[in-house]
């Protein structure tokens, strides 16, 4: 096996004993594969081994992939999502998952509606309220959450986080359980459910499978590291 396959192989067995330490179903837990900045012939290697859900933050290397591979996959776009790219982000992929403010959600809503699409997003939270990171910050979300679900044709599936920088995933659960927790309180006071919670990157999947993810993000424990910075990327 190469080592992406063996990468692979070894998260998803992370992926399975964090679900028996948490009491969850591995089926609640999609497992991403970060693939940004890595060639179709390693997303392939994957694909081989059965991984379909892929995330990609740059849309045109994301597009040159998708044209090289099976079109039984599915994509998220993970990074930073900008006004004139939207119409291209949403035909091409069926996950959005930083949607960072309600003018932004707007201006999507009304590009679905012309192309007819009902797209899948997360609403991005700024947990660590830092200023380099997109995203609403909590008392934001909690302001504007009635008029994010007012739009009709975003179908927002949770929240999603990129926590500030830890020296280790433990660091990382207080934001894990802020996100679910503002979660549950949006639920509450909107009434509707918001099930996913998109929380968890290579260095922390773990913890956050444990306080509720719904989806992880990992690439560099799959793919190997990275060797060039993507916009929009952390340092
Ligand atoms: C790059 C990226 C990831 C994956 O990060 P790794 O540390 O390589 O697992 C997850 N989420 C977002 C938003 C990213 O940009």
Redesign the pocket.
């Known amino acids: 096996m190469s080592g992406i396959a063996e990468n692979l192989e070894e998260i998803r067995k992370r992926v399975i004993a964090a679900c028996t330490r948490a009491g969850r179903s591995l089926s609640e837990v999609e497992l991403?594969a970060?693939s940004?900045t890595f060639p179709a012939e390693a997303l392939r290697e994957t694909v081989e081994l059965g991984q379909r859900v892929f995330?990609e933050?740059r849309l045109q290397e994301a597009e040159s992939k998708m044209d090289l591979l099976p079109d039984s996959l599915h994509w998220h776009f993970?990074?930073g999502v900008q006004r004139n790219k939207v119409r291209r982000i949403l035909s091409r992929f069926e996950v959005v998952?930083?949607i960072d403010s309600l003018r932004l959600a707007s201006y999507a809503d009304g590009v679905a509606a012309e192309l007819g699409l009902f797209p899948k997003v997360f609403i991005q939270v700024n947990v660590g309220a830092e200023a380099s990171k997109g995203g609403f910050e909590p008392d934001q979300i909690r302001e504007e959450i009635d008029a994010l679900l007012a739009l009709e044709r975003l179908e927002i599936q949770g929240l999603?986080c990129?926590p500030p920088a830890a020296p280790d995933a433990e660091s990382a659960r207080p934001w894990f359980v802020a996100l679910r927790t503002l979660r549950d309180d949006l639920e509450q006071s909107a009434g509707v459910p918001l099930p996913a919670l998109s929380m968890g990157?290579?260095?922390d999947?773990e913890v956050a499978i444990e306080e509720g993810a719904t989806h992880v993000?990992?690439?560099?424990?799959?793919?190997g590291k990275?060797t060039y910075r993507?916009d929009?990327?952390?340092g």
């Open positions: 991403i970060v940004k995330g933050s993970i990074g998952h930083a999603m990129i990157m290579s260095g999947f993000r990992v690439g560099s424990s799959i793919f990275r993507v929009g990327e952390l």
